[in-house]
Every structure is written in structure tokens, then in C-alpha cells.
């Protein structure tokens, strides 16, 4: 299995879509579509899952070029901040570093452009990470924040129920969760769940696992293995079993 690794360079990514899992200075942070993580030199950490349609952007800076940024964003010169820098950015920044991304790695720019061009790239996501947190609703149309607040108390709620409570039809709920959250509200509840199986798992037996998984929001566990094998890419019971013994676990495939 692959171990958890450091190096001089620092580290952004952005998420575009799909769900992984980081292991960042031990600490266990799951990334979802518009997620940015800041990873300093001396953060030690590895991707450990991911679904099928996990795709995300990854920057790595020189140590050069670091410092040529520190004077605008002070905490680059960090080598390792105390804790895990993540968060999500509203759906128009993401878009907007997302285009920038695709230009810039064509490498069609002459040299002096891409430079400038990775400097406003960092220097917009920075400015984002700041103010454009999504679990403080600010980025976010109301209906959409109060079902994903709705979701995280009680996973059980289905569409109807999440419309009558944030006063919107189901079907304008539905489109307006995908767009703004980039994830439908079926998929979110079933990672809700997920990650909460996995906080409960570790360590328990095969045997357990029905139980765990039940008691994690799933209705059966064929529903849960479903969407375990859809967003992992193997069934439970072989990636923990794999997990264990110390094995590389399977990848999802594309």
C-alpha cells in the first residue's frame, strides 16, 4: 500500500468533480466537486480513495515561484500551518479556475504569460478560499443550503420532503442542487452515508458490515454495496479486506 509522503514543492488542488479521500498529517478529509486543498511542504499525505469521476487539478509550486508569491498570499511561506486547509469555493469561481487551468495547460503561453498566468490562478483561488466558503450559504441559493443542512441532520429525507421544507418544487430543488452543487442530491445523501459508514468501520469485522452500513442511513446492504462499488470501484468487503493486510487496494476504474 502506498504510504504517506512529503516534498519541498507546495501543493493546491481543486476538485471538479467526483469524490476522493486525502489523508493530510493524519487527518482524514473527504473532497467533493468545487473542494480546494492547500498542501504545505511539510504536510505529510496521500490520496487514499476516489470514485470513478474524480477529477481535480493539481498545482505544484517551486520553491521559487513560492516565494515570489508569499508577498501577496503571507501564509505560502508556512511550511506547515497546524491543520488541514481545506474548503469549498462558490460554482463561479470554480468555473472561472477551471477555464484558466484548461488555457494554461495547453503550454501554448510564451513563458513570461504562463508565469503570470499560474500568478493570478493562485492569487484568485486564495482570494476565494477566503471569502467563498459554501457551508456558510453564502455562494449558495438558499433552498440548496438549508437541504444540504437538512441532509447532514437526517440522510433519510427524500426529495419531497427536503422541497416542502425549503419551499420550492421538488423539480426546481432537483436542478438547482446539480448545478450548484455539482452533485445530485441522491449522490450527496449516499456520500453523507459513506462517510459515515467509513468513521464506523475501521477495524470491524466482515461480519459487522450490514449492520454498519444499516446503521449508517442505507436501506439494505445490496443498496449499499451498489453505491460503494459505484464510488470506489470494488466491493466493501474486498477494500477492507485488501485494507487490512497491508495490500494496495484496487483503483477505481475510468
Known sequence: MAEPHAHDEFEVNL?????GTYLVAGERTVLRPRSLIWLFPEQEHILQDFTRDFTMWILVLSS?????????IPILAERDPGSVLVRTLPSKCVRLLDEIAQELSTGFQ???????????WLASAWNAYEHGDSEDAGSLHSAVARAMALLR???SKNLKALARETRISPSQL???FKRQAGISITDFRNSLRLDAFVD???GAPDSAMFAIAKDAGFGSYAQFSRVFRRQMGCSPETYYRMARQG???PSPTT
Open 15 to 19: 476538485v471538479t468533480s467526483g469524490r
Open 64 to 72: 521559487e515561484f513560492t516565494e515570489q508569491m508569499v508577498p501577496r
Open 110 to 120: 510564451p513563458l513570461d504569460c504562463h508565469e503570470l498566468g499560474l500568478a493570478w
Open 153 to 155: 441532520e437526517d440522510p
Open 174 to 176: 432537483s436542478r438547482l
Open 200 to 202: 464506523r468501520c475501521d
Open 247 to 249: 495490500k494496495q487496494v
